[in-house]
């Protein structure tokens, strides 16, 4: 696969790997993601293990031989809704520090993938509990770790367990979906989500070996059996980029270069600046707590529309909204606030 960049993902099942022959197996190896935790309680008896040997690695070599990774196992089905994602945001966060503070990750922030959900469990549950479930997950990993963290899930589960939602395609793509055909460079996984009324969700990892049926690599070098293979969607810069969102990239998810537009938060804003004058800004902020019905009390001018005018009853329904979405409680417009307040439209 000449040209194509690739890593592998294991958990316990691969046993000891020599990580420095995964390297060499066909020097287009670059990063190496280890499944972590699952639930609110387990901790891969391997994991610890596996980030030292890649840090090993990496030291000796003097650069990023190999990109460590880590996942988390979700299981939705134990724990619904938003208070579940984020009991096991918090597990994963939390393993994730001890590893970085025992020295087996060298840092969080520089040179380590983002921190990945592995979404794949069916469940009783729909998008009604499960897209809260996401989003709880993702609002810890980012307040634990200072990282936005990626998604690992396939176009069925995406489509039957979360409605095909549109709402996380600002965030990383990890699809599953195994097919001979990642062996040509030129190749795609199928779109996502399969609405395609829906925009398009574009991925940064392709796992498209596995095991058994699905093992179209073959054997990876220094792995004792089956493991997964993953293409990655961009370059050698690209996937550095990957690994240092949390590092000097203004605060907010970067895409690779070779990747549609993704949506861009605004920067942090208070919105009390603005009392005293007609803005724009503020009209817009309007419009979504109005979609979420926090108003129109105070919020509309006579036309029906957002007046745009920062006061009181905007300070109070704003406020009203992040309360309820277990935000800071104040005026300030950021990342967070902006991606809960775009949910009425994104869920459409």
């Known amino acids: 696969m000449a040209n194509t960049i690739q890593g592998i993902d294991v958990s316990k099942h691969q046993g000891t790997v020599d990580w420095e022959a995964v390297a060499n197996d066909d020097g287009n190896m670059r990063f190496g993601i280890c ?35 880590a996942y988390h196992f979700a299981r939705p089905d134990n724990r619904p809704g938003r208070s579940g994602g984020e009991t096991e945001g918090r597990w994963f966060s939390r393993n994730l520090k001890e590893a970085q503070q025992s020295g087996v990750i060298d840092s969080l922030e520089h040179g380590f993938l983002e921190p990945w959900l592995d979404f794949e469990k069916y469940s009783e549950s729909d998008d009604k509990d499960n897209v809260p479930w996401i989003e709880g997950f993702l609002h810890v990993i980012k307040e634990e770790t200072g990282r936005y963290g990626g998604i690992y899930t396939g176009p069925n589960i995406w489509r039957y367990e979360v409605g095909d939602t549109e709402y996380f395609n600002a965030y990383p793509l990890w699809e599953v979906k195994y097919s001979r055909t990642g062996e040509d460079p030129t190749a795609r996984p199928p779109r996502m989500p399969t609405d395609t009324s829906k925009s398009e969700w574009v991925w940064s990892l392709w796992q498209w070996s596995g095991g058994g049926d699905y093992a179209y690599y ?26 240092n969102m949390g590092d000097g990239c ?97 869920r459409g």
């Open 218 to 243: 073959g054997p990876v070098d220094g792995v004792n059996g089956a493991c997964d293979v993953n293409r990655f969607n961009g370059t050698e810069d690209d996937l550095a980029k990957l690994a």
């Open 35 to 69: 499944k972590a935790t699952e639930g609110a309680d387990y901790l891969d008896p391997r994991f610890m293990d596996n980030m030292r040997a890649i840090a090993e690695l990496n030291q000796r070599a003097g650069r990023a031989v190999l990109y460590p990774g």
């Open 250 to 346: 203004g605060g907010q998810p970067k895409p690779p270069s070779n990747s549609l537009t993704w949506p861009q938060p605004p920067q942090q804003v208070e919105l009390n600046s603005f009392r005293g004058s007609y803005s724009e800004y503020v009209a817009r902020v309007q419009g979504l707590l109005l979609a979420h019905k926090y108003g129109p009390s105070g919020l509309v001018g006579p036309d029906g529309l957002p007046d745009g005018l920062m006061g009181n009853m905007t300070e109070r329904a704003l406020k009203d909204f992040k309360e309820k979405h277990a935000l800071p409680i104040n005026t300030m417009m950021d990342w967070d606030t902006w991606w809960a307040l775009a949910y009425a439209y994104l």
